[in-house]
């Protein structure tokens, strides 16, 4: 009798677990559901950064993560048993006080082994600094949980090595270089929530601009409105009372120092399509170049649809290169996207002026080498710097919800150079990272300011054109 009282007490136990009486359990499987909380959770790459505002959701991320890994029930990774990770906080006042209090609120405490504590005691977890907690894995393992703070320094972070490292807010970089070394035996993950307060820093550089073009990087913004169990009637209390560039970091989760940006107009977010989708051939318009052969050569495929809205496609990105190089690589991509070409099967582009001027390695010029390869360039462009960037800015300003600029994510450069492009001394832009925005200018500035969509071409006019093509391929044999 014994024994069938404590089975049915281990099945309501686990009915209980089901339904969702532990917060984990909860988490995100209501009628209210963190779109962007699943998003972080549901990434595969290594190294994955939430910038969010204050009370946008960010930091629960990251404990849950943490928890989800250490128990061996993450529901979008691969699980394993004795998982062994840091939380990693600023100073052991805030890790108490947020990083460690959110973890504790995730984990059941019959999972929980043993606690070894910094400070405190073990009967009142919350009120003192935990160094490490050991739980059971669901494999039958034991996870490790350990509980780091930066003001530790970094010789406190050498030696382990470990599955994952949450950074709860921006660490100092040598901590940071330090715990990448920490998981790169296991390729284990990083992560890390945090607000943007410190300006332009190595994080900025690393991780939001992705200097060095690391395939792993991943991140995303959170802001108040992002999070659905905040009440829209405090947001709009609280929205009122902060200035603008507070609302920039401690809303919108941004880096600041954006007052020295060329284009503050330009959001990710909003102007990088996250679901690129195939170019209908009416919407091609033509292909920009801006040459740099020992500085890179930028090339972006422009289409226009019929309500004037603007879509950079393609990206050719290259310094080092002669201009065959670079014509191979244009038809290489114009191909891929199934790009217009002349009866001839030459490609159009606009390329700035100084392309007329000769090389010191050939007697032609860039345009005619070009013209040589197959790619007919138009060097007649404006070059007008302030007027461009003034147009640029119209077509990246929201009206109505929508901007006229969109960008395809494969545009990692044009990405790259809007988002650092600053002014310099004497009023002018410093001329440094903008050979993709030059010819993004270049090709703006061929749009009239109210200009009309172009119609469809009938199905007549397609075959007439598909018939001049066929003869002139023919003549060419």
Same mark, same amino acid.
């Given at each position: 009798?014994?024994?069938?009282?404590?089975?049915?007490?281990?099945?309501?136990?686990?009915? *209980?677990?089901? &339904?969702?009486?532990? +917060?984990?359990?909860?988490?995100?499987?209501?009628?209210?559901?963190?779109?962007?909380?699943?998003?972080?959770?549901?990434?595969?790459?290594?190294?994955?950064?939430?910038?969010?505002?204050?009370?946008? !959701?960010?930091?629960?991320? !990251?404990?849950?993560?943490?928890?989800?890994?250490?128990?061996?029930?993450?529901?979008?990774?691969?699980?394993?048993?004795?998982?062994?990770?840091?939380?990693?906080?600023?100073?052991?006042?805030?890790?108490?006080?947020?990083?460690?209090?959110?973890?504790?609120?995730?984990?059941?405490?019959?999972?929980?082994?043993?606690?070894?504590?910094?400070?405190? &005691? &073990?009967?009142?977890?919350?009120?003192?600094?935990?160094?490490?907690?050991?739980?059971?894995?669901?494999?039958?393992?034991?996870?490790?949980?350990?509980?780091?703070?930066?003001?530790?320094?970094?010789? *406190?972070?050498?030696?382990?090595?470990?599955?994952?490292?949450?950074?709860?807010?921006?660490?100092?970089?040598?901590?940071?270089?330090?715990?990448?070394?920490?998981?790169? =035996?296991?390729?284990?993950?990083?992560?890390?929530?945090?607000?943007?307060?410190?300006? #332009?820093?190595?994080?900025?550089?690393?991780?939001?601009?992705?200097?060095?073009?690391?395939?792993?990087?991943?991140?995303?913004?959170?802001?108040?409105?992002?999070?659905?169990?905040?009440?829209?009637?405090?947001?709009? #209390?609280?929205? *009122?009372?902060?200035?603008?560039?507070?609302?920039?970091?401690?809303?919108?989760?941004?880096?600041?120092?954006?007052?020295?940006?060329?284009?503050?107009?330009?959001?990710?977010?909003?102007?990088?399509?996250?679901?690129?989708?195939?170019?209908?051939?009416? $919407?091609?318009?033509?292909?920009?170049?801006?040459?740099?052969?020992?500085?890179?050569?930028?090339?972006? $495929?422009?289409?226009?649809?019929?309500?004037?809205?603007?879509?950079?496609?393609?990206?050719?990105?290259?310094?080092? +290169?002669?201009?065959?190089?670079?014509?191979?690589?244009i038809k290489k991509i114009s191909k891929s996207l199934n790009w217009?070409?002349?009866?001839?099967?030459?490609?159009?582009?606009?390329?700035?002026?100084?392309?007329?001027? +000769? @090389?010191?390695?050939?007697?032609?010029?860039?345009?005619?080498?070009?013209?040589?390869?197959?790619?007919?360039?138009?060097?007649?462009?404006?070059?007008?710097?302030?007027?461009?960037?003034?147009?640029?800015?119209?077509?990246?300003?929201?009206?109505?919800?929508?901007?006229? #600029?969109?960008?395809?994510?494969?545009?990692?450069?044009?990405?790259?150079? #809007?988002?650092?492009?600053?002014?310099?001394?004497?009023?002018?832009?410093?001329?440094?990272? =903008?050979?993709?925005?030059?010819?993004?200018?270049?090709?703006?500035? @061929?749009?009239? =300011?109210?200009?009309?969509?172009?119609?469809?071409?009938?199905?007549?006019?397609?075959? *007439?054109?598909?018939?001049?093509?066929?003869?002139?391929?023919?003549?060419?044999?």
């Open positions: 009798m014994q024994q069938i009282i404590s089975r049915i007490n281990l099945i309501e136990q686990e009915q *209980k677990l089901r &339904k969702g009486e532990d +917060r984990l359990a909860k988490y995100n499987t209501g009628e209210k559901v963190h779109l962007k909380q699943l998003a972080f959770h549901k990434c595969q790459k290594k190294n994955r950064w939430v910038f969010g505002g204050n009370r946008s !959701g960010k930091t629960e991320c !990251g404990a849950v993560e943490s928890v989800y890994l250490a128990r061996g029930i993450h529901p979008y990774r691969q699980n394993k048993d004795n998982v062994f990770g840091w939380v990693v906080s600023l100073s052991q006042q805030v890790q108490r006080d947020v990083a460690q209090n959110k973890v504790l609120s995730y984990i059941n405490p019959s999972w929980i082994v043993d606690v070894s504590m910094l400070s405190g &005691k &073990k009967d009142s977890l919350k009120y003192g600094v935990i160094d490490q907690i050991r739980m059971r894995n669901v494999f039958g393992g034991i996870s490790v949980i350990g509980f780091k703070s930066c003001d530790q320094g970094r010789e *406190k972070f050498q030696g382990s090595s470990l599955d994952f490292v949450w950074f709860d807010e921006e660490p100092p970089e040598d901590i940071y270089d330090e715990c990448r070394m920490r998981v790169l =035996d296991k390729c284990g993950d990083i992560f890390g929530t945090m607000t943007p307060l410190k300006g #332009l820093t190595f994080i900025h550089d690393k991780i939001y601009l992705n200097q060095e073009n690391d395939p792993e990087i991943w991140y995303e913004f959170m802001e108040w409105g992002d999070n659905p169990y905040l009440d829209s009637a405090q947001v709009a #209390l609280l929205t *009122k009372t902060l200035s603008s560039d507070q609302l920039e970091s401690r809303r919108y989760g941004r880096f600041k120092a954006s007052s020295g940006l060329v284009y503050p107009e330009f959001d990710e977010q909003i102007h990088v399509l996250k679901q690129p989708f195939n170019i209908p051939l009416e $919407w091609q318009d033509t292909i920009s170049i801006d040459p740099g052969l020992n500085n890179p050569l930028s090339a972006h $495929w422009y289409a226009v649809d019929y309500d004037g809205n603007i879509y950079v496609v393609a990206e050719h990105f290259e310094a080092g +290169r002669d201009v065959c190089y670079h014509s191979d690589m217009k070409s002349d009866a001839f099967g030459r490609y159009h582009a606009i390329i700035d002026s100084a392309a007329n001027q +000769r @090389t010191l390695a050939s007697s032609k010029s860039v345009t005619e080498l070009f013209y040589d390869s197959g790619i007919i360039v138009n060097p007649n462009v404006n070059k007008d710097m302030f007027s461009g960037i003034q147009r640029v800015k119209q077509y990246l300003k929201v009206n109505d919800n929508k901007p006229k #600029l969109y960008i395809f994510p494969s545009c990692v450069n044009l990405i790259r150079e #809007l988002k650092t492009y600053r002014w310099g001394a004497g009023e002018n832009p410093r001329k440094v990272d =903008d050979h993709a925005l030059d010819e993004l200018r270049y090709y703006i500035m @061929t749009k009239p =300011d109210n200009a009309q969509p172009k119609k469809p071409k009938t199905e007549i006019q397609k075959d *007439k054109e598909r018939l001049i093509r066929k003869i002139m391929n023919e003549r060419k044999k």
